[in-house]
């Protein structure tokens, strides 16, 4: 595996730790017991609880060999250490290095089979995620890209022209609309052949957009037909707006009292992330490089809303189409559940959603 960068997000296929044996086992023995009692691990517990067969003393020397590689820090002179995000990489590369498939509990697939539609899957999905991790838990459908075919505008009567717009994957928008004065059926058809000949073929984001800022050019002020046309192709375009499902559930785990506790202004800045949903939806499709898991841990993140935070992500697909679910949770977390309950749902999901 290569190891990637800080501030980048690791893929299973990610990075081969380069600690050897003795200090890769106390680190993970480190990692383990500050994730489990939430206070700096002393060489002393490590003497008396790790197994190791040594001193204090010369855990106190290994420990402070691993304090200048960057693994581990000391927040008070007299105390313990704790994993920074360096370690928890360490450990979460040795788990994706040997981890093996786990299949969901049938319980948990027969309720998402239950489920109606895409979007009951990833609420299903997203609410046992975060169930079974104790983790905010999220669903994420990425929306097929289409293309715009075809434009008419029909005259219904002196005041109201239908619009009719069709799109790849069987998409039609049709929308009767109200225009001030009447506008020539030969007019209607010439602007629809310009729209046809321009824009087919294209994405429809970027049609629409392209429609909207030749609205906006000074140009179109002396062209009123021009004007009005757009103005009824944009209209029509509206109804084809599909956005990206994203569902999400459990916010109330990041508040549990076993877990580290973020600041309120933490919390408040990634609720914020979540209400709005596409800052959260940017952030997936630029880690999301491929199929997979995906771990992002701390100070990996590029965003500082989320840096007190870990992801752990998987891809799942449904006809051709790729859609990411996965949890939220603190750098203090086990991983070892997170990774085996993410990628147990996502092959869960594409079965599930294969079988519809």
């Known amino acids: 595996m290569t190891r990637k960068r800080a501030a980048s997000p690791v893929h299973a296929e990610g990075s081969s730790p380069g600690l050897g044996d003795r200090l890769g086992r106390i680190l993970a023995a480190l990692v383990e017991a500050y994730v489990e009692q939430g206070e700096p691990v002393s ?36 105390a313990g250490r704790v994993p920074t995000d360096l370690g928890y990489r360490y450990i979460v590369d040795l788990l994706l290095a040997d981890r093996r498939p786990v299949r969901a509990a049938r319980e948990v697939e027969a309720r998402l089979r239950r489920a109606g539609t895409v979007e ?15 983790h905010l838990g999220f669903a994420w459908a990425m929306t097929e890209s289409a293309s715009f075919q075809h434009i008419d505008f ?14 790849t994957g069987g ?9 001030d004065e009447a506008i020539r059926p030969v007019d209607l058809q010439q602007a629809a052949n310009y729209l046809n000949t321009e824009f087919a073929g294209l994405p429809l984001a970027e049609v629409r957009e392209a429609i909207l800022a030749r609205m906006r050019q000074e140009r179109t002020l002396y062209d009123r037909l021009m004007a009005r046309v757009l103005a009824l192709a944009s209209s029509g375009f509206a109804d084809l707006d599909v956005q990206d499902t994203l569902v999400v559930q459990g916010a109330s785990s990041l508040l549990e009292a076993g877990l580290d ?11 914020r992330m979540i209400e709005e949903k596409n800052r959260l ?28 935070f870990s992801l752990v992500a998987s891809t799942y697909s449904h006809a051709g189409r790729r859609g990411t679910i996965g ?30």
């Open 281 to 308: 939806v940017k952030l997936l499709t630029e880690y999301i490089e491929g199929p997979g898991l995906t771990i992002v841990i701390g100070t990996e993140h590029a965003v500082p809303d989320l840096q007190p």
């Open 171 to 179: 998409r039609i928008s049709h929308k009767a609309i109200e225009v």
């Open 120 to 134: 009951d899957v990833l609420e299903g999905a997203s609410r046992e995620l975060s169930r079974l991790s104790h």
């Open 43 to 78: 060489s002393l517990w490590l003497a008396e609880q790790g197994g190791f067969g040594m001193s204090s003393a010369t855990l106190r020397h290994i420990l402070a060999q691993l304090e200048e590689m960057g693994y581990v820090h000391q927040p008070h002179t007299s």
């Open 261 to 271: 506790s973020p600041s309120l202004d933490t919390l408040r800045s990634l609720f």
């Open 327 to 356: 949890v939220i949770g603190p750098t203090r977390m086990r991983y070892s559940k997170a990774i085996a309950v993410v990628d147990s749902l996502s092959r869960t999901v594409s079965r599930v959603l294969d079988a519809e």
């Open 154 to 167: 029909v005259p219904l009567d002196g005041h109201r022209v239908l619009v009719v717009v069709i799109a």
